[in-house]
Nanobody
Framework: EVQLVESGGGLVQAGGSLRLSCAAS????????IGWFRQAPGKDVEDVAC????????KYFDSVKGRFTISSDNAKSTLYLQMNSLKPEDTAVYLC?????????????????RGKGTLVTVSS
């Protein structure tokens, strides 16, 4: 079964850190561009960061540059998002999504597989 499963979310105070994971199964991880997105209550899905397929370039979106780091472990078929200096406006459900052969940036609704998300809440 092709799937992505996110984990690592939780409640953290402003200025704190969290590390999210996205475990992939059922497909060849390196063949896919894979990215993190987020959706705050009442808002649309927003891009966060992306890694292109076949070790291609990464991309960070302005709202998280300098604070978040995306990485992957191909041997474990897992994507990570290290989030530092968290702000209340980072509160959202964080989702990962993957598309075969794409390069960043990627369009969330156009991806081949999408996870269900993990909730991050940042208190002030």
């Amino acid at each position: 079964e092709v799937q992505l499963v996110e984990s690592g979310g939780g409640l953290v105070q402003a200025g704190g850190s969290l590390r999210l994971s996205c475990a992939a199964s059922g497909f060849t991880f390196d063949d896919y561009a894979i990215g993190w997105f987020r959706q705050a209550p009442g808002k649309d899905v927003e891009d966060v960061a992306c890694i292109s397929s076949k070790g291609g370039p990464t991309k960070y979106f302005d709202s998280v540059k300098g604070r978040f780091t995306i990485s992957s472990d191909n041997a474990k078929s897992t994507l990570y998002l290290q989030m530092n200096s968290l702000k209340p406006e980072d509160t959202a459900v964080y989702l990962c999504a993957a598309g075969k052969g794409f390069s960043c940036p990627i369009y969330y609704y156009g991806m081949d597989v999408r996870g269900k998300g993990t909730l991050v809440t940042v208190s002030s």
